[in-house]
């Protein structure tokens, strides 16, 4: 049974940081590549950033220089540090794997940003 599980959301200042940890277990993690969504209300889902086995990173325009993925395959999780967070950076998290097929979708994590 494969389950993500987000962790580190919550209530910050503008100009804050805050990291996500996304925890995973059924799948084989070290060979799977790992994203980060976000949906904000009355808006679609969008991807925040991803990071595949070979470490190589991609990131929405919007988070490029504030936010980093990484990933550490010893404890199967990955990792969103925010930095410089912003009001339009207000969403719930996701954390995402496909694997075997199928897309995996943790519970998400609400991140508020107050101005």
């Known amino acids: 049974q494969v389950q993500l599980v987000e962790s580190g959301g919550g209530l910050v200042q503008a100009g804050g940081s805050l990291r996500l940890s996304c925890a995973a277990s059924?799948?084989?993690?070290?060979?799977?590549?790992m994203r980060w969504y976000r949906q904000a209300p009355g808006k679609q889902r969008e991807l925040v950033a991803s990071?595949?086995?070979?470490?190589?990173?991609v990131y929405a325009d919007a988070v490029k220089g504030r936010f980093t993925i990484s990933r550490d395959n010893a404890k199967n999780t990955a990792y969103l540090q925010m930095n410089s967070l912003k009001p339009e950076d207000t969403a719930v998290y996701y954390c995402?794997?496909?694997?075997?097929?199928?897309?995996?979708w943790g519970q998400g994590t609400q991140v508020t940003v107050s101005s």
């Open positions: 995402n794997a496909p694997a075997y097929g199928a897309n995996y």
């Open positions: 059924g799948i084989i993690f070290r060979s799977n590549v």
């Open positions: 990071i595949a086995t070979t470490g190589t990173t």
